[in-house]
């Protein structure tokens, strides 16, 4: 599989992931820490698996739960304001999963411009 040397740089690939806390919209948001909490926690994270020699790092809503099938839109909104916030930081390849939600997921990858 050639393609994934050229985009990883390596032929087996660690592919990590960055899940993101819980966001708008789901039962566990906390609003008294905010969405800066969320970003932080992100941040946090993508720094230290980058540092830790990751060849990609997945985004993804692990902490919306219950998972749905079809997300509210504040999901992937929020999603793609945090990876745009992160976009100059991120050293890797990365992708995006919205859990449960294929749809939801092709539209961020797009917005975000994943790898």
Partial sequence: MNWIRELFGVHKPII??????ALPGDPGYDATKGLDFVLEKARADLHALQAGGVDAV????????????QVEPITHVTMARII????????????????WDPKA???????????
Avoid at 105 to 115: G, K, N
């Fill in 16 to 21: 990590a992931m960055c899940h993101l806390r």
């Fill in 58 to 69: 997945m985004f993804s809503n692990e902490y919306s739960t219950p998972y749905l099938l």
């Fill in 84 to 99: 745009g916030e992160l976009r100059s930081e991120i050293q890797v390849p990365y992708g995006v999963n919205v859990l």
């Fill in 105 to 115: 997921t092709v539209e961020l990858a797009v917005a975000v411009d994943a790898s």
